[in-house]
């Protein structure tokens, strides 16, 4: 069983592959990446109900603790960041990075329970194989 | 790559309710979502109510929707009368919340979006809809309700509630009804007749990811909620071999028949017609065995504690300190309360928190009277046999055969399952009822077959082992003769020992037949008197002259029978013949000879016990016993048979068991100058030389003596000359 370490793990490398220290702009990109590499391998399995009740559920919970991400929107193909990058001042950058990184851990969290992690390797997978995109985006 | 291997757990919430999670193999699944459907009053909403108290905290929230069914207030009322409920929880863990007023008002959109509300705000671990029935009446179509139940079962899913889905949902729903195949379990609750009564059942029918019970399980809602009843489930034979010594049963002779004992985990029927002696006979098992050290548990369906008490004590049995130190537990259920899965629970529970050894069930045929098929009185005898099993104890399970039918249980299934049977019979004999007790079946125990005489009286029950069957049967090592080859024993009456080549030969048995009052009796008091000048214990049991009488016939012929008596080395039992029973005589016997060490035994009127008995062949069966009984025991025996003949030599006891003696003497009266006179032959001797002439005898003052007039009267025996020849030249 994965527990929300390995997940946490996962995004962190993704992290560090994509996201930038101080670049606001960086970080949400890095995150509606990451969320549709999974939402896009998930969807085939669960469909789309499933995942937007999933995912809405994420964004819920991750906006009880930082309220700002409550302008994040779950849409047919994964997460909008538009809303919140109008309003990207409102959270300090380093607290933006941890919010956005930690809705990517929880999306893999909960995928996982209700799964039995049954899905975890490939969807960690995604996460994992450097793509040409990554090398340009590579910061 | 490691974990992908991994067999991954469903996490499961437990519920609280008697047995069901042993059903569910564990538990819901976390997150599922269940419909609990059954028909009013069937206990649909109990039973979820039970599992949200069970699983409510303020860490482990419920969600608990009303919609246009039993209202919030009522329901919160009836529920506070079980012991389950908790007003704490209500503050701090259930949240009630009523949808009467939006279910009437609102589209299901608006309920979904009110439910979902209710979820993100307090992120319950269960969520109930009670009822969902109610929106199969607001949905204007079955895709409606469908696309409805869809979406709202994907987003408790999201939210990993495990959901129960209250309605009033019947069987034939379960084909067409969209709800059933969109959720992931269904447990349907109803109530119906049954064996006359009213009861409950809970059903499994599906619950995906589990490898749960699919079977009708009948269940009770008390003061302590639901409680479910499956011993199918629960009770489970285990595999395991007897941890101990055998069994002794202790009651009076019935471990001969059982051989080496009853293996432990054992469970025997104990079959009979109403009033052949199963309740006293399970009963004194179980008494038995708390006199030794093994706890025992009485289950009764007819006779109340205080009954059952009064009956032992009436046998002389201290039951009552047995109870009160805790050997013993006598448990009544009354016939009209028995429910039989509920109470082979409760027998478990008793067996196991008593740590009983000694089981009793009376009777097995009343605990299953409701029960009309044998398939199902078959496994529920199972089950019972399997809590012995389990307890590795021995149960005595009584069952009524009836009355006119060759079956030994009720339904003629019930022996199969058991591993051994004990059979009750009696038959009215005159103005008596004489009782047997027949080991039918033991399974891995070399018993004694047959039918066997057994009483109830004072003490308890006693069995007596058929002579013919204990003759037969493997003797212990404790059990053998320790007389030594061709010793001899002398007579008494020393002419005799003459014509029989200097003695009886010891552990003999000598037959003495002759007609009523030519000293057959005499004869055997002095072969005692002689044992006890040699100190010698001897028995005299006689079936004739009661012991007043042979005292004053004995001290009529200046025979020492008093002095014997009094010095302990000769006892006398008197058996009234019209009540001894053949049976019953071989028994006393062994008992007797094992109290006093007998070494010489008189048997007076042998013929009396054979009277009893139709058969010849059952005439030769009982001798022999008797005889081979003597001989193990390394007793020497004389056995006195009176012939209804005066003088013919044709026949010598009339019974055609001459072949069985060893020695084989005869008195006959002979025409005699001044009238009868009395003669002695001795027929036959095993193992020795005799002399075959007819000697006259006389009775007088020192009892009977070989010699007299006419005949060979006065000559020394020749055998005994050549006899006491040989001894002289012997270096």
Same mark, same amino acid.
């Given at each position: 069983m994965h527990d929300e370490h390995d997940h946490a793990a996962c995004v962190d490398a993704w992290w560090t592959r994509h996201a930038r220290a101080g670049e606001p702009a960086a970080s949400l990109r890095a995150l509606e990446r990451g969320f549709r590499l999974v939402w896009t391998r998930a969807q085939v399995t669960l469909g789309d109900v499933t995942l937007m009740a999933i995912g809405e559920r994420v964004l819920h919970d991750v906006a009880e603790e930082?309220?700002? !991400?409550?302008?994040l929107r779950i849409e047919q193909m994964g997460i909008s960041c538009e809303d919140l990058e109008q309003d990207a001042?409102? !959270?300090?950058s380093a607290d933006l990075d941890r919010a956005l990184r930690l809705v990517l851990v929880e999306l893999l969290v909960v995928l996982g329970r209700l799964t039995g992690e049954v899905l975890t390797p490939v969807l960690h997978a995604e996460l994992s194989v450097p793509s040409d995109a990554d090398q340009e985006s590579a910061p | 790559m490691t974990a992908m291997k991994k067999k991954t757990t469903i996490e499961r919430i437990t %519920?609280?309710?008697?047995?069901l999670d042993a059903l569910l193999n564990g538990g819901f699944p976390r997150g599922s979502t269940t419909i609990v459907g059954?028909? @009013?009053? #069937?206990?649909k909403t109990t039973l979820v109510q039970q599992i949200c108290f069970h699983q409510a905290s303020p860490e482990q929230r419920v969600l608990y929707f009303n919609t246009l069914s039993e209202p919030t207030a009522k329901s919160l009322r009836y529920m506070? /009368?079980?012991?389950?409920? *908790?007003? #704490?929880r209500l503050t701090n863990g259930i949240e009630f919340v009523d949808l009467g007023m939006i279910v009437r008002t609102q589209s299901v959109d608006e309920v979904s979006l009110l439910v979902m509300g209710h979820l993100k705000r307090v992120k319950p671990t269960i969520v109930v809809i009670d009822?969902?029935?109610v929106f199969e009446d607001l949905t204007t179509s079955r895709e409606e309700l469908r696309k409805f139940t869809y979406e709202l079962a994907i987003n408790l899913m999201a939210w990993e509630a495990t959901t129960f889905l209250i309605g009033e949902y019947g069987a034939q729903e379960i084909q067409n009804n969209p709800l059933f195949s969109i959720v992931d379990g269904l447990v349907m609750v109803t109530q119906r007749i049954e064996s006359g009564e009213q009861q409950r059942f809970l059903q499994i029918v599906k619950m995906r990811g589990t490898a749960h019970s699919r079977d009708e399980h009948p269940f009770v809602i008390g003061r302590d909620g639901v409680a479910v009843f499956a011993p199918r489930v629960t009770i489970r034979r285990e *595999?395991?071999? @007897?941890?101990?010594p055998r069994c002794k049963t202790g009651i009076s002779k019935l471990d001969e028949l059982l051989g080496d004992g009853i293996p432990l985990g054992s469970s025997l029927l104990i079959a =009979?017609?109403?009033? +052949?002696?199963k309740t006293m006979l399970s009963l004194e098992f179980v008494y038995r065995g708390a006199q030794r050290g093994e706890k025992g548990i009485v289950f009764s369906f007819e006779e109340t504690e205080e009954r059952l008490r009064a009956s032992a004590r009436g046998l002389g049995w201290d039951i009552d300190r047995e109870i009160e130190r805790g050997m013993i537990e006598i448990v009544f259920i009354p016939q009209p309360e028995i429910q039989v899965e509920a109470h082979l629970e409760m027998m478990r529970e008793r067996i196991e928190a008593l740590g009983a050894k000694r089981v009793a069930l009376d009777s097995v045929s009343v605990f299953l009277?409701?029960? /009309?098929s044998p398939q199902v009185a078959r496994e529920k005898t199972f089950q019972i046999a399997s809590l012995v099993q389990n307890a590795q104890a021995v149960g005595f399970l009584a069952t009524d055969i009836p009355y006119? /039918? *060759?079956?030994?249980?009720?339904? =003629?299934?019930?022996e199969t399952v058991v591993d051994g049977v004990i059979v009750l019979s009696s038959t009215s004999e005159g103005l008596e009822r004489q009782r047997y007790l027949e080991v039918y079946k033991l399974r891995n125990t070399a018993h004694l077959k047959g039918r066997h005489d057994m009483l109830i009286g004072e003490g308890g029950i006693t069995v007596f082992p058929r002579y013919d069957a204990t003759a037969s049967a493997p003797r212990s090592a404790a059990g053998k003769s320790t007389r030594r080859p061709a010793a001899r024993v002398a007579s008494g009456v020393p002419g005799l020992d003459a014509l029989l080549g200097g003695g009886l030969l010891e552990g003999s048995a000598t037959f003495i037949a002759g007609s009523a009052g030519i000293g057959k009796s005499t004869l055997g008091m002095q072969f005692l008197l002689e044992g006890s000048r040699l100190k010698e214990p001897g028995l005299f049991v006689s079936l004739e002259e009661s012991p007043e009488q042979l005292r004053a016939m004995a001290k009529s012929l200046d025979l020492a029978l008093d002095a014997a008596v009094d010095d302990g080395l000769v006892d006398i039992v008197y058996l009234a013949r019209e009540r001894v029973r053949p049976n019953q005589v071989l028994a006393m016997l062994t008992d007797k000879i094992g109290e006093q060490k007998t070494r010489r035994l008189v048997l007076d009127g042998a013929s009396h016990l054979l009277s009893e008995l139709a058969a010849p062949s059952e005439h030769r069966q009982l001798v022999d016993g008797l005889v081979s009984r003597l001989k193990e025991l390394g007793v020497t025996g004389v056995l006195t048979f009176e012939t209804h003949?005066? /003088?013919? +030599?044709? %026949?010598? +006891?009339?019974?055609?068991?001459? @072949?069985?003696?060893?020695n084989l003497v005869m008195l006959r009266y002979r025409e005699g100058e001044r009238g009868l006179a009395a003669t002695i032959t001795v027929v036959k001797t095993r193992g020795s030389a005799h002399d075959f002439q007819t000697h006259d005898v006389t009775v007088g003052a020192g009892g009977l003596r070989v010699g007299g007039?006419?005949?060979?009267? =006065?000559? +020394? @025996?020749k055998v005994a000359k050549k006899a006491k020849r040989k001894r002289t030249r012997s270096p």
């Open positions: 930082y309220p700002p !991400l409550a302008a001042g409102a !959270l300090a | %519920t609280g309710v008697r047995n059954g028909t @009013p009053g #069937a206990g506070s /009368q079980f012991a389950f409920f *908790d007003r #704490a009822s969902f029935k *595999d395991r071999s @007897p941890s101990g =009979g017609v109403a009033g +052949t002696g009277h409701k029960v /009309q006119g /039918q *060759d079956l030994i249980s009720r339904f =003629g299934v019930e003949v005066l /003088q013919a +030599t044709g %026949t010598v +006891t009339d019974r055609g068991v001459s @072949p069985i003696a060893d007039s006419g005949g060979a009267v =006065g000559r +020394t @025996p």
